[in-house]
């Protein structure tokens, strides 16, 4: 039972220690029980908790809402507050929807995604995350929307340097479009980098220039789910920021409020927004949505990524991380594969490297590794996934605060015996 948590450690009520190697879920990106943090939301606190934003704006959302849009890409200028990513993400598939409408295109409503991926666990967020049976519970209740292939190409045997390469899985793109009617496409949503689903997967070169290419030439809103990427976890505040890419819609969540409160947004193009307001507005009522409170902790949570350059940090550190794991690859076979950007880092652990077979899933291996490195102190993330076809892969994410003397890899050499 967790007791207290302070910078990268967390303590349960037996006064054991841990390093919180995920930061939750991809969460607490700036540590835990940060002062500065915890400051604004007592002195938020004292003025008021909550005020419906119907009523009345605050400072503290005009605040984030500018600083936010600061650090958008150019052109998306407008902020939608919300309380979680399931929540930003259904509300850039409504807003790309209420575009369409302006548009005059009820035809799109197509909203085309990548298996495997993760985008929430709200009914409209499940029809678009590619995990097959998190959906199947609800059907017939269930939206069935088109899934392209996420580009995997280490389980693909290519070379995901050669943009040849992201060409390849940009075409699927393109042939899933117009398989079902260009002019029926309303959107594509994206992780930047994968997240709980492909573990830390980084695309291939070219992929994501080229599917920006593909949705421009087929009017398909792109949108950027950096619900995990977002807040700096990949050495960009933004994830796409790696390939230059600018989307049509994105959403944040999880570091975003750092853990301190529940607050996720949509950001859009400023044109979209517009054109939606002009036709009526973009009507959804999230109670909780812009509330002072978590605005305030989110204004503090930005300001102490820039002052300390957490970003920088977590860019520095996630190259020794990814150092560290690559050396332990080579003492153990076990483990297939090392990935990631920044401080968004996963192993993969393979019966055999070069087939890339899982292990067999009566080992259970991604929960027992947990289970070891729990033992021995430390907190990791573990899937067992590739769409239900694989693989146990672990995320590595501490807090963007973590410096190397504390050494989150050193316990895997526990696992020596199953090698
Ligand atoms: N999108 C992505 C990429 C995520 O990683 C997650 C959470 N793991 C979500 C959406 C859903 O966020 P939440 O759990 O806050 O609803």
Same mark, same amino acid.
């Given at each position: 039972?967790?007791?207290?948590? %302070?910078?990268?450690?967390?303590?349960?009520?037996?006064?054991?220690?841990?390093?919180?190697?995920?930061?939750?879920?991809?969460?607490?990106?700036?540590?835990?029980?940060? !002062?500065?943090?915890?400051?604004?939301?007592?002195?938020?606190?004292? $003025?008021?908790?909550?005020? &419906?934003?119907?009523?009345?704006?605050?400072?503290?959302?005009?605040?984030?809402?500018?600083?936010? *849009?600061?650090?958008?890409?150019?052109?998306?200028? $407008?902020?939608?507050?919300?309380?979680?990513?399931?929540?930003?993400?259904?509300?850039?598939?409504?807003? *790309?929807?209420?575009?369409?409408?302006?548009?005059?295109?009820?035809?799109?409503?197509?909203?085309? =995604?990548?298996?495997?991926?993760?985008?929430?666990?709200?009914?409209? *967020?499940?029809?678009?995350?590619?995990?097959?049976?998190? /959906?199947?519970?609800?059907?017939?209740?269930?939206?069935?929307?088109?899934?392209?292939?996420?580009?995997? #190409?280490?389980?693909?045997?290519?070379?995901?340097?050669?943009?040849?390469?992201?060409?390849? &899985?940009?075409?699927?793109?393109?042939?899933?479009?117009? %398989? %079902?009617?260009?002019?029926?496409?309303?959107?594509? +949503?994206?992780?930047?980098?994968?997240?709980?689903?492909?573990?830390?997967?980084?695309? !291939?070169?070219?992929?994501?220039?080229?599917?920006?290419?593909?949705?421009?030439?087929?009017?398909?809103?792109?949108?950027?789910?950096?619900?995990?990427?977002?807040?700096?976890?990949?050495?960009?505040?933004?994830?796409?920021?790696?390939?230059?890419?600018? !989307? @049509?819609?994105?959403?944040?969540?999880?570091?975003?409020?750092?853990?301190?409160?529940?607050?996720?947004?949509?950001?859009?193009?400023?044109?979209?927004?517009?054109?939606?307001? =002009?036709?009526?507005?973009?009507?959804?009522?999230?109670?909780?949505?812009?509330?002072?409170? #978590?605005?305030?902790?989110?204004?503090?949570?930005?300001? %102490?990524?820039? $002052?300390?350059?957490?970003?920088?940090?977590? /860019?520095?550190?996630?190259?020794?991380?990814?150092?560290?794991?690559?050396?332990?690859?080579?003492?153990? !076979?076990? +483990?297939? @594969?090392?990935?990631?950007?920044?401080?968004?880092?996963?192993?993969?652990?393979?019966?055999?490297? @070069?087939?890339?077979?899982?292990?067999?899933? #009566?080992?259970?291996?991604?929960?027992?590794?947990?289970?070891?490195?729990?033992?021995?102190?430390?907190?990791? &993330?573990?899937?067992?996934?590739?769409?239900?076809? =694989?693989?146990?892969?672990?995320?590595?994410?501490?807090?963007? +605060?973590?410096?190397?003397?504390?050494?989150?890899?050193?316990?895997?050499?526990?696992?020596?015996?199953?090698?």
């Amino acid at each position: 039972m967790l007791d207290r948590a %302070e910078g990268i450690y967390m303590w349960d009520t037996d006064g054991k220690r841990y390093i919180d190697g995920s930061s939750g879920a991809m969460v607490s990106n700036i540590g835990h029980s940060n !002062p500065a943090v915890l400051d604004a939301m007592r002195a938020q606190m004292k $003025k008021s908790t909550f005020g &419906y934003r119907l009523h009345f704006q605050t400072e503290a959302s005009e605040l984030l809402a500018a600083k936010t *849009a600061a650090l958008a890409p150019e052109g998306l200028n $407008k902020i939608f507050f919300v309380s979680g990513g399931s929540e930003a993400v259904e509300s850039t598939l409504k807003m *790309a929807r209420r575009y369409a409408l302006t548009q005059g295109q009820s035809q799109r409503f197509k909203m085309i =995604s990548r298996y495997p991926s993760y985008h929430g666990c709200t009914l409209g *967020a499940l029809a678009i995350t590619g995990y097959a049976p998190m /959906a199947a519970p609800f059907d017939p209740m269930m939206m069935r929307m088109p899934k392209v292939a996420a580009p995997r #190409a280490y389980l693909d045997g290519l070379d995901a340097d050669d943009p040849a390469t992201g060409l390849h &899985y940009a075409n699927m793109l393109e042939a899933k479009i117009l %398989e %079902e009617g260009a002019d029926t496409v309303l959107a594509f +949503i994206v992780e930047p980098v994968g997240g709980a689903s492909t573990g830390a997967l980084v695309p !291939p070169a070219g992929y994501m220039q080229r599917i920006r290419e593909i949705c421009t030439h087929y009017g398909v809103l792109l949108i950027h789910d950096e619900v995990m990427t977002g807040g700096g976890r990949t050495g960009h505040f933004f994830g796409a920021e790696h390939w230059g890419v600018v !989307p @049509d819609l994105v959403s944040i969540s999880k570091g975003f409020g750092g853990g301190y409160v529940p607050l996720g947004a949509m950001i859009a193009r400023d044109d979209i927004v517009e054109a939606v307001m =002009s036709a009526g507005g973009f009507i959804q009522s999230f109670t909780y949505a812009g509330n002072p409170l #978590a605005c305030a902790a989110g204004c503090a949570v930005l300001d %102490e990524i820039e $002052k300390h350059d957490l970003t920088g940090n977590g /860019a520095r550190m996630g190259d020794v991380l990814a150092q560290r794991l690559h050396g332990l690859m080579q003492r153990y !076979p076990l +483990i297939g @594969d090392v990935r990631g950007k920044g401080l968004l880092t996963a192993f993969e652990l393979m019966a055999d490297r @070069d087939t890339k077979a899982p292990l067999p899933a #009566a080992l259970n291996a991604h929960s027992r590794l947990v289970d070891i490195a729990y033992d021995n102190g430390l907190i990791i &993330y573990s899937r067992r996934t590739r769409g239900g076809t =694989s693989g146990d892969h672990f995320l590595v994410c501490p807090p963007m +605060i973590w410096c190397s003397r504390t050494r989150p890899a050193t316990w895997l050499i526990s696992c020596r015996s199953w090698a």
